[in-house]
């Protein structure tokens, strides 16, 4: 702590002061290391951990820091090859009308199905695809599959299709220009319509330079595709981000709609914000939707469309065109909706 604190002291180059942060790493040796480029290593390794864990710290070096590392590294490797050997997938999760209950779109969701780790999480790997630089090769490929997928659906479903389908981007795509015109070549390629085609992304993917995000972002609305600001209400998300950015969907958290059929707070709040939201023309999506009292809640705060369990689980290509075929449109009970009303009309004017 004391050397941070020295390297965190001021300085002065060419007249203007800088200063500097240290993320250390720590290897208490007590006769475990015979040789000095093993300590070296394993220092170097949990400097790594502690800039992950917030830069400007220090932390000490434990054997799941370097477990944790190897299989980071293993993965990569595999991760390279993922496409090629038809590991990755995607699993499709539909948003319907919270009016009408009928199938209005679907997200589609990355899955990396390991040879012999079997199904990894999104939340460890892409994580590394985006470190390593896989990530571009990685988005071309759900941007491609999801096109060809909503393609093949309009011809085995006809009328029963999506309107419209969901397609994740990274943080790591906004650094340059480059991704807007890879997303018109895939668009170009397929021939889907791109007004069918949704780009979601989280705010926190847009605050490291906003500016470039967007232009980036308005390049993409100007292909004539739409842009979902996916996880609002957490980390950095703000009402100035619905006014800065071309954003035509917003998605509550779903920790916002865990509870709201108990919590005023939260009812209140995405009340508010699903008012604000109609009134900039922005369609509102809640996500995380699991029992019919929430559905009913979100119905009448004012979103409109919802997504979750309740609807269905994320499901393959097959079974989401044995849902969408024979899905019966369906709301909740009207008593939850009653009792709904008469609990929150003290504090929340529904009728506006």
Same mark, same amino acid.
């Given at each position: 702590?004391? !050397?941070?604190?020295?390297?965190?002291?001021?300085?002065?180059?060419?007249?203007?002061?800088?200063?500097?942060?240290?993320?250390?790493?720590?290897?208490?040796?007590?006769?475990?290391?015979?040789?000095?480029?093993?300590?070296? &290593?394993?220092?170097?390794?949990?400097?790594?951990?502690?800039?992950?864990?917030?830069?400007?710290?220090?932390?000490?070096?434990?054997?799941?820091?370097?477990?944790?590392?190897?299989?980071?590294?293993?993965?990569?490797a595999?991760l390279?090859?993922?496409?090629?050997?038809?590991?990755?997938?995607? %699993?499709?999760?539909?948003?319907?009308s $919270?009016?009408?209950?009928?199938?209005?779109?679907?997200?589609? $969701? $990355? &899955?990396?199905?390991?040879?012999?780790?079997?199904?990894?999480?999104?939340?460890?790997?892409?994580?590394?695809?985006?470190?390593?630089?896989?990530?571009?090769?990685?988005?071309?490929?759900?941007?491609f599959?999801?096109?060809? @997928?909503?393609i093949?659906?309009? #011809?085995?479903?006809g009328?029963?299709?999506?309107?419209?389908?969901s397609?994740?981007?990274?943080?790591? @795509?906004? %650094?340059?220009?480059?991704?807007?015109? +890879?997303?018109? @070549?895939?668009?170009?390629? #397929?021939?889907?319509?791109?007004? +069918?085609?949704?780009?979601?992304?989280?705010?926190?993917?847009?605050?490291?330079?906003?500016?470039? %995000?967007?232009?980036? !972002?308005?390049r993409?609305k100007? !292909?004539?595709? &739409?842009?979902?600001?996916?996880?609002?209400?957490?980390?950095?998300?703000?009402?100035?981000?619905?006014?800065?950015?071309?954003?035509?969907?917003?998605?509550?958290? +779903?920790?916002?709609?865990?509870?709201?059929?108990?919590?005023?707070?939260?009812?209140?709040?995405v009340?508010?914000i699903?008012? !604000?939201? +109609?009134?900039?023309?922005?369609?509102t999506?809640?996500?995380g939707?699991?029992?019919?009292?929430?559905?009913?809640?979100?119905?009448?705060l004012?979103?409109?469309?919802? @997504?979750?369990?309740?609807?269905?689980?994320?499901?393959t290509?097959?079974?989401?065109?044995?849902?969408?075929?024979?899905?019966?449109?369906?709301?909740?009970?009207?008593?939850?909706?009653?009792?709904?009303?008469?609990?929150?009309?003290?504090?929340?004017?529904?009728?506006?």
């Amino acid at each position: 702590a004391c !050397l941070q604190q020295v390297l965190a002291e001021p300085y002065v180059i060419g007249g203007v002061e800088l200063r500097s942060t240290a993320s250390i790493g720590v290897v208490s040796n007590h006769g475990q290391y015979s040789c000095a480029n093993d300590l070296i &290593r394993d220092a170097d390794v949990a400097m790594y951990e502690s800039k992950r864990a917030g830069r400007g710290s220090y932390l000490v070096f434990d054997t799941s820091m370097r477990d944790q590392v190897q299989r980071q590294l293993k993965l990569e490797a595999d991760l390279g090859m993922a496409i090629e050997n038809g590991q990755l997938s995607l %699993a499709y999760q539909p948003i319907v009308s $919270l009016e009408s209950g009928e199938i209005y779109g679907v997200e589609a $969701l $990355l &899955r990396w199905q390991h040879p012999e780790d079997g199904w990894i999480s999104p939340e460890e790997f892409i994580p590394i695809a985006e470190d390593s630089g896989l990530i571009q090769n990685i988005c071309d490929w759900v941007v491609f599959e999801g096109c060809c @997928q909503l393609i093949q659906w309009d #011809t085995e479903l006809g009328a029963a299709a999506p309107n419209s389908i969901s397609l994740n981007l990274s943080p790591r @795509q906004f %650094a340059n220009f480059e991704v807007a015109k +890879r997303v018109a @070549q895939v668009l170009h390629d #397929t021939g889907v319509d791109p007004s +069918r085609i949704v780009f979601e992304l989280t705010e926190s993917a847009l605050m490291s330079d906003p500016d470039i %995000a967007a232009k980036v !972002l308005q390049r993409i609305k100007d !292909l004539g595709s &739409r842009i979902a600001l996916d996880d609002f209400g957490i980390g950095n998300s703000s009402f100035a981000s619905l006014h800065r950015f071309p954003v035509d969907i917003l998605k509550f958290d +779903r920790s916002f709609i865990n509870g709201i059929q108990e919590e005023r707070d939260l009812a209140s709040l995405v009340h508010s914000i699903a008012v !604000l939201a +109609r009134n900039l023309g922005i369609c509102t999506v809640a996500e995380g939707v699991e029992v019919p009292e929430q559905f009913l809640a979100v119905r009448e705060l004012g979103c409109d469309m919802a @997504q979750g369990y309740l609807i269905a689980k994320p499901l393959t290509p097959d079974g989401f065109a044995e849902f969408a075929v024979g899905q019966n449109p369906a709301v909740p009970s009207g008593v939850g909706a009653i009792i709904f009303q008469n609990r929150w009309e003290d504090k929340i004017d529904l009728s506006v």
